[in-house]
């Protein structure tokens, strides 16, 4: 028992390393120690984000399946529009500086390429063209009354859970 | 036509695109957050079922704005679905019925085909597959990747990272080889 606890305390600050180098997204960079209802703010903009979601029909399998068999430029124009805001975005924060309401720096992190983003990026592929939802939309399709989706999310925990789970025999 | 008439209309991509990557710098400016949501079934693994497996051995709570945010996206659901609504079915390409009308899907009510993804179905082989296996894939895959495509394809792209470049053409050749080649099939089970 002592040793399996020097075991996970030892590993603790290796994955944390983990998280944030392989593995740095949507991690939180702020140092502040904020009540939980701070957290508020993130569910109303989540609110905001699932009705965006919804009304553009990103989160409809018919969609998924018309971008997979360009039928559609819908998607690609929600993306590639995404990206481009994104982008000039970020160019903004970084050439202005830019801080965070509270005044703190705002961090970004390179990423370093493993085989894991061809290997878990195909499968991903895979499972996106089947189910016709990335994560995101998943909680969105759920709300809007498509109830069994809870199913595939469930499923989709399981999945990121085997995968912590074989994460040290497979390829990266 | 009236506001909530007009509003109801399905949201063109010139709308929708540029208020999600909006999302990115508010994220940011907020509290320093990077946008990404796949890492929320990541740390429903860390709170409920750790394990000891060192994967999950991170301080979840630190991470919980992100939690709120996946709550909020299914409220976003519910809020749309009460609210603001598109009475109309849903418009697809004309290929794409006259191929789903092959397999039975004739339903457009719903933004998901309700013949295929419904309760009962759940214990078909086809139904078993899409649902049961697709979100295998899904979890399984995002992770493996590092991301899904909010944290690869908007968030990493926009901060010009060759690695979130390279996943993104992986999920799409995965997509587009699953929907083409090996799909068909399975719809026809």
Sequence with gaps: ?172 | MNFIEWIKQPWPWYVAGPLIGLTVPTLLIMGNKSFGISSSLRHVCAACFPSKIPFFQYDWKKELWNMFFVVGILLGGILTAAFLWNPEPIQVHANLANELSGYGITNYTGLVPVDVFNWPALFTLRGFIMMVAGGLLVGFGTRYAGGCTSGHAIMGISNLQMPSLIATCCFMAGGFIMANLVLPFILSL
Aim: proline content about 3%.
């Design chain 1, 1 to 172: 028992m002592s040793t399996n606890t020097t075991f996970v305390e030892a590993k603790t600050p290796n994955t944390d390393f983990e998280v944030r180098s392989l593995d740095t997204m949507c991690v939180n960079d702020t140092k502040r120690q904020e009540p939980w209802y701070s957290n508020i703010k993130y569910l109303v903009l989540g609110v905001i984000f699932g009705i965006v979601f919804t009304k553009a029909e990103v989160i409809s399998w018919f969609r998924i399946q018309e971008m997979f068999r360009l039928q559609s430029f819908h998607m690609y124009g929600v993306i590639g529009s995404a990206i481009a805001v994104g982008m000039l975005s970020i160019f903004i924060i970084k050439r202005f500086n830019i801080k965070t309401i509270h005044g703190e720096k705002i961090e970004f992190h390179d990423k370093k390429f493993n085989k894991g983003q061809i290997y878990g990026g195909l499968i991903f592929g895979f499972g996106w063209a089947i189910t016709g939802a990335c994560p995101g939309p998943l909680f969105a399709q759920i709300g809007t009354g498509a109830t069994v989706i809870i199913v595939t999310l469930i499923s989709a925990i399981a999945g990121t859970w085997i995968y912590g789970k074989f994460r040290d025999k497979l390829p990266h």
